[in-house]
């Protein structure tokens, strides 16, 4: 029995020193931000990364010399545990864990028509089936089409940025599931990545808007647009113009509210307009922040 224990136990550490995986998982993410992990090798593989309860299997591609499996993960807003991230290889599988880093959001007061705080009656039949049609486009898992850095959709800064506690007239609401960017109406608005349209229709709270599927569970979308210049079944690059901005659903005023979905889990967008993208930062700003930055903030 010894012996087959030693055998054993010689024939896993010969495995393991032949392997050249080369393995890319970040020790600490901010909560709401997403994060890439990656595997590399001299051959070609199969990796399963298994993550928050999902599985997703991610073949290879060639990368220079070396095969790359790539994937892009979020750590959820409201995370406060670590979490372990199983990576399972032809020949071996790794536990790592990834510890949330605690992230200090803004709140915002908004006033908005008192419809889109009380819906009316007539309307909860749409905000039903608007909620199925998102879920059901959120579930989608295809093979990666996603780049980092990702486009910025207009050029506008940010008027609300992403995690923001809301209070829309007086009353306190889930946190900003995306970012508020600043343009005219009219304005065109790009593609972040290359994919295709899951839904271009119109929803309650989200007016005109577009959900495009990026691979892997990544899914952006582009609400209270004016126009569409695409269609769901599109085939669309990164950066090409899908549709114009504007105001319809609820909203303030004229902007593009853009939103990036891993995985089911909403993560602010910005950190990954840069390269390599930065997922241990602070909630982004907006504009208005910097103009209040000496100020004290109120902290009601
Ligand atoms: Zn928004």
């Not at 990656?38 to 073949?59: M, N």
């Not at 780049?147 to 007086?170: E, H, K, Y």
């Not at 602010?268 to 100020?295: C, E, H, V, W, Y």
Request: aromatic share 8%; glycine share 8%; net charge positive.
């Amino acid at each position: 029995m010894k012996k087959l224990v030693f055998c054993l136990l010689f024939l896993f550490s010969a495995f393991t020193a032949s392997l050249a995986s080369e393995v890319s998982v970040p020790a600490k993410v901010s909560q709401g931000h997403a994060f890439p992990v990656s595997v590399q090798d001299d051959r070609p593989f199969t990796a399963v990364f298994r993550w928050r309860g999902e599985e997703l299997k991610v073949r290879a591609v060639k990368n220079g010399p070396l095969w790359k499996a790539e994937l892009l993960l979020a750590m959820p807003i409201d995370a406060v545990k670590e979490h372990v991230l199983s990576i399972e290889l032809p020949e071996e599988q790794q536990d790592l864990v990834i510890a949330p880093l605690k992230v200090k959001w803004h709140e915002s007061l908004l006033k908005v028509e008192p419809k889109y705080v009380q819906p009316p009656a007539k309307a909860m039949k749409q905000i039903e089936r608007d909620r199925r049609r998102i879920r059901r486009a959120l579930a989608s898992r295809t093979e990666k089409r996603w780049a980092l850095p990702i486009a910025r959709p207009v050029p506008g800064g940010i008027t609300s940025a992403f995690g923001g506690r809301r209070v829309f007239n007086g009353q306190p609401r889930a946190p900003h599931k995306g970012t508020d960017m600043r343009c005219q109406e009219g304005t065109p608005v790009k593609a972040a990545c290359a994919g295709t349209v899951l839904l271009a229709e119109n929803t309650y709270f989200g007016g005109k808007s577009i959900y495009v599927d990026h691979g892997q569970g990544v899914i952006s979308s582009y609400s209270h647009l004016s126009a569409f210049d695409v269609k769901a079944g599109d085939s669309v690059r990164k950066g090409q113009t899908i549709g114009r901005s504007g105001s319809t659903g609820r909203v303030t005023g004229p902007h593009l509210h853009f939103g990036l979905t891993v995985q089911g889990v909403a993560v602010d967008a910005m950190p990954l307009l840069s390269s390599p993208p930065d997922f241990t930062g602070g909630p982004s700003r907006s504009i208005f922040d910097q103009n209040k930055a000496s100020k004290p903030r109120s902290t009601r």
